[in-house]
C-alpha cells in the first residue's frame, strides 16, 4: 500500500457501484487507509460478497441497496449511512453502465437509462450528500468519468454525452459549494479490464487486452489499484486544495487516436 494505514481514519466513504470493478477497488483502498465504507448499489449479489471481503480490512462496512436513477432511493441510502455509521466525508460517483448501440438505432429507453444512472446519478447522489457534508463542515466529492468524449466514441453517444455532462456539473458544483468546503474533482480513468468494462468493449471477438494496450502510450492497460490510488489521494489530506479538476489516469491512451 503507497498511503498510511490511517491516512482516512475516522472518516466516512459512500461509494456507488462499490461491490464491483473500479468502485470496489476504491472502497478497498479507502478501508485499508482506515475509513468506513458505505457500498451502494442495486444488486446484493454485487453488495454482499464485497462487503465481506471488505470488512476484513478492520473497519465498518455498510452495503446498502440503492437505485441512483432514484433521487428517494438515493436519499434513503445516504440517510441510512448516516444513521448507522455517523457521517460522510467522502461520495464516490462511481456508477455506470453502457452498451454500444448505432445512435440512429438507441432506443429512447437505453438513452435515458445510461444518462440517468451516469449523470442524473452523479447529481442526485451529491445533491442528497450536501446538507450532511455542510453540516459536517466539509466533504469530498469525487466523480468517476471516462477520457472517451474527449475525441468522440462511435456508438456511445449515450455514455459520451452522460459523462461531458459530469465534467460540467463538476465545476459548476465545486463553485457553488465551496463555501462549504466542500471539494469536487473527476477521475477520468483510461482503460482497465474490469468485468463491466470488457463487456463493453466486447466487440468483433477482440480480446480487451489486445483491443486496447495497442492504444495505450505507456505501454499496459491500467489497473483498478491505479484509479483507487488518486481517489485517495483525492479524499485525503493532499487533496484538499484541490477542487473543480479533471484528473487523467489513462496512461497516456487520451493522448492517442483510441478508436
Ligand atoms: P462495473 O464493474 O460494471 O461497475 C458499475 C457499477 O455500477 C456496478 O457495481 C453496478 O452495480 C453499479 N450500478 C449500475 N447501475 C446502477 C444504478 N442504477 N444504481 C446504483 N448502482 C448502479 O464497471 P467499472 O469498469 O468498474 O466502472 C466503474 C466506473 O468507471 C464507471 O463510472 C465507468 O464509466 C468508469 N470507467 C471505467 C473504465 C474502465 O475501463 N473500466 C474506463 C473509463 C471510465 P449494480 O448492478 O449492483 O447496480
Redesign the pocket.
Known amino acids: 500500500m503507497i498511503f498510511q494505514p490511517d491516512l482516512l481514519k475516522g472518516q466516512v466513504a459512500f461509494i456507488?457501484?462499490?461491490?464491483?470493478?473500479?468502485?470496489?477497488?476504491m472502497a478497498t483502498a479507502m478501508a485499508r487507509c482506515g475509513a468506513d465504507v458505505a457500498?451502494?448499489?442495486?444488486?446484493?449479489?454485487?453488495?454482499d460478497p464485497a462487503a465481506e471481503l471488505l470488512g476484513r480490512h478492520g473497519t465498518r462496512v455498510l452495503a446498502v441497496p440503492?437505485?441512483?436513477?432514484?433521487p428517494d432511493?438515493v436519499r434513503a441510502a445516504v440517510d441510512r449511512t448516516v444513521n448507522e455509521l455517523g457521517r460522510i466525508d467522502i461520495l464516490v460517483?462511481?456508477?455506470?453502465?453502457?452498451f454500444y448501440a448505432p445512435s440512429g438505432e438507441l432506443s429512447a429507453n437505453g438513452w435515458r437509462?445510461v444518462v440517468?444512472?451516469?449523470l442524473y446519478?452523479t447529481f442526485f447522489c451529491s445533491q442528497a450528500v450536501h446538507p450532511v457534508m455542510a453540516k459536517q463542515g466539509g466533504g469530498r466529492i469525487i466523480?468517476?468519468?471516462?477520457?472517451?468524449h474527449y475525441q468522440g466514441w462511435p456508438q456511445m453517444a449515450h455514455?459520451t454525452a452522460a459523462?461531458a455532462g459530469v465534467d460540467a456539473l463538476t465545476k459548476t458544483l465545486a463553485l457553488e459549494w465551496s463555501k462549504d468546503k466542500i471539494t469536487v474533482n473527476v477521475i477520468?480513468?483510461?482503460?482497465?479490464?474490469?468485468?463491466?468494462?470488457s463487456?463493453?468493449?466486447a466487440v468483433g471477438g477482440v480480446a480487451i487486452e489486445e483491443a486496447?494496450s495497442r492504444h495505450i502510450p505507456l505501454g499496459t492497460?491500467?489497473t483498478?489499484e491505479d484509479?483507487a490510488n488518486m481517489a485517495v489521494y483525492l479524499a485525503g489530506p493532499g487533496g484538499s486544495w484541490i477542487t473543480g479538476a479533471i484528473f487523467v489516469v489513462?496512461g497516456g491512451s487520451s493522448l492517442a487516436k483510441a478508436f
Open positions: 456507488t457501484g462499490g461491490g464491483t470493478g473500479l468502485g470496489f477497488a457500498i451502494a448499489s442495486r444488486k446484493p449479489k454485487n453488495l440503492a437505485n441512483v436513477r432514484e432511493s460517483n462511481n456508477a455506470a453502465g453502457n437509462a440517468e444512472t451516469d446519478g466523480s468517476i468519468s471516462m477520457t472517451l455514455a459523462k477520468a480513468p483510461g482503460p482497465i479490464p474490469t468485468e463491466g468494462a463487456k463493453a468493449f486496447l492497460l491500467g483498478p484509479i489513462d
